[in-house]
């Protein structure tokens, strides 16, 4: 097992045994416990993945959660969505409504529609808690081997992940993660429901199903980490099939197609950033000379192979592409974006800026727009303005790491050095680089003249770090030592209650 899994899964145990000290074998699964543990998994799945939260794609995947969201009806958590850099097929949905799709289960989507039925199906796992009840069952064991357990499941595949199911599986031979096939068939009636009320057609829920039965057969002894935690999709398919069967009104003639222009950009721009071995290009240039696709599907197609240039450093012929497209589809002020980005790459700062402004006025919710705008003032020179657009991307995605590095940059340039290293410190953190975060918080509290919010934040990071790293020993020890203490002062509150009424410090000065 690698060094860093290592750990991570060190480090997951931590947290469940900082946030879960006293847990009685038979206690409920609580929202609040619930909450929690989904916190500590999402910072250790930033430090055992590579997150693809660009503002592009953690805006699309978001709103497109927030669809669902909104006719579920959910309750308890504030839901977010993420895309995980790893070609394994899987998804996974995290305690307290963090859902995260692998890019290898994004690549064999075809549609929008099969992305929502995905989607919605993991949000009514949360929703009906069957994430909770089967936690609650693994603590009957223990939250550290359920912890790891989880962990496990969330790394999707290779012999990291395996080796540390089966050991869990092993000592603990009670705990089962898996959704049960009542389960399965809940989540799967949620998201029909909530796809009928959003107008789109659940039909897409069958060739996903279509989809994974396919890989089920290919892979054959080696089941893909979302097949093992959602089992039987042979079952499933039929109990799908038999929901459509029902519709009176043939489900063709009911929905209206869907636009998937945004689906199609956000998918070939996160394949571009894996690791092509020519497969991905060849796919593209095929798909751009097909005969029987749309037009749509075309110049997405050429989009992706932009995309692949780019990554590959061929920045002339991803402009070439882009500035094709953009004349093709000048309707879509996100390609502008894309090809300011080209421009950038290339050198050309002030055409580049050009494009960017183009497309913040045309779209003003774009926070990738509004984020490369500020990317290239700062090139340019002109902070204020940098810094202002800077603070508007990380008031709405505190999450997106790579703007705490950017206001670093600028700190820097601005002559603000403690300033500059809390950014970083951020950017570190989220990144998963913790000794480089630890450092640079250390860097930022040495300077006196930190304003005070900052400064208690870079406290407050710091101690989670120490608290993560401390280990499990010192971890109980601080809880119980920390127990020990409430225990004496409410013991002295108990005992000396007038004292404490109607003598007041004569120390204080007030006295």
């Not at 031979?173 to 009320?197: I, T, V």
């Not at 950009?265 to 696709?293: A, C």
């Not at 960017?356 to 926070?367: C, G, I, N, V």
């Not at 280990?471 to 005992?495: F, H, I, L, M, N």
Request: glycine share 6%; net charge neutral; proline share 4%.
């Amino acid at each position: 097992m690698k060094k860093s899994v290592r750990k991570i899964l060190a480090m997951i145990l931590i947290v469940s045994m900082l946030h879960f000290p006293g847990v009685p074998p038979a206690a409920a699964f609580t929202v609040g416990e619930e909450r929690e543990l989904g916190e500590a998994l999402l910072f250790q799945t930033r430090l055992a993945f590579t997150l693809l939260d660009d503002p592009d794609i953690s805006q699309y995947i978001n709103r497109l959660g927030g669809e669902v969201l909104q006719v579920a009806n959910a309750q308890y958590f504030d839901y977010h969505f993420f895309v995980i850099k790893n070609k394994e097929f899987n998804a996974f949905a995290a305690p307290s409504g963090l859902i995260f799709f692998h890019s290898g289960l994004l690549e064999t989507m075809g549609s929008e529609d099969e992305l929502l039925s995905v989607m919605a199906h993991e949000v009514g796992h949360v929703v009906s808690r069957h994430i909770a009840s089967r936690m609650e069952k693994g603590m009957k064991v223990g939250i550290g081997t359920l912890a790891l357990a989880i962990a496990g499941i969330a790394l999707g595949g290779g012999t990291a992940s395996q080796a540390l199911i089966s050991g869990s599986m092993a000592t603990n031979q009670a705990l089962n993660l898996h959704f049960s096939r009542q389960d399965e068939e809940e989540a799967d009636l949620l998201s029909y429901g909530w796809m009928k009320k959003l107008g789109r057609d659940p039909a897409a829920m069958e060739k996903m199903m279509q989809t994974m039965r396919r890989i089920t057969r290919y892979r054959m002894g080696q089941v893909p980490p979302y097949l093992l935690t959602h089992p039987d999709p042979e079952a499933r398919l039929g109990y799908i099939q038999s929901l459509l069967a029902i519709e009176k009104t043939p489900l063709n003639e009911k929905y209206k197609p869907v636009d998937n222009f945004a689906f199609l950009r956000f998918k070939y721009r996160v394949m571009s950033q894996l690791e092509d071995d020519g497969q991905f290009r060849n796919y593209l240039v095929t798909k751009m000379s097909d005969s029987h696709i749309t037009q749509l599907e075309r110049n997405m197609a050429k989009y992706g192979l932009s995309q692949v240039e780019r990554e590959a450093n061929n920045h002339e012929r991803s402009l070439v592409l882009l500035q094709e497209l953009v004349a093709a589809m000048p309707e879509r002020p996100i390609l502008l974006v894309d090809l300011g980005r080209q421009e950038m790459a290339l050198g050309n700062k002030a055409r580049a800026l050009e494009l960017f402004e183009k497309a913040s006025r045309l779209d003003a919710t774009d926070l990738w727009a509004v984020f490369q705008l500020a990317v290239a003032q700062v090139e340019l020179g002109r902070l204020k303005e940098a810094e202002a657009n800077f603070f508007t991307v990380a008031r709405e995605i505190p999450e997106f790491s790579k703007v705490y590095y950017e206001l670093g940059k600028l700190r820097n340039q601005q002559g603000l050095k403690g300033e500059s290293s809390y950014y970083l410190g951020k950017y570190y953190l989220y990144e998963g680089r913790i000794e480089l975060a630890r450092k640079n918080f250390r860097l930022a509290l040495k300077d006196r003249s930190l304003a005070q919010r900052i400064a208690e934040d870079a406290e407050a990071m710091l101690d989670t770090i120490y608290r993560l790293e401390e280990g499990p020993g010192s971890v109980r020890d601080r809880e119980e030592e920390k127990r020990k203490k409430e225990e004496e002062e409410a013991r002295k509150r108990r005992t000396f209650p007038i004292r404490q009424t109607m003598f007041p410090d004569t120390r204080d000065s007030r006295w």
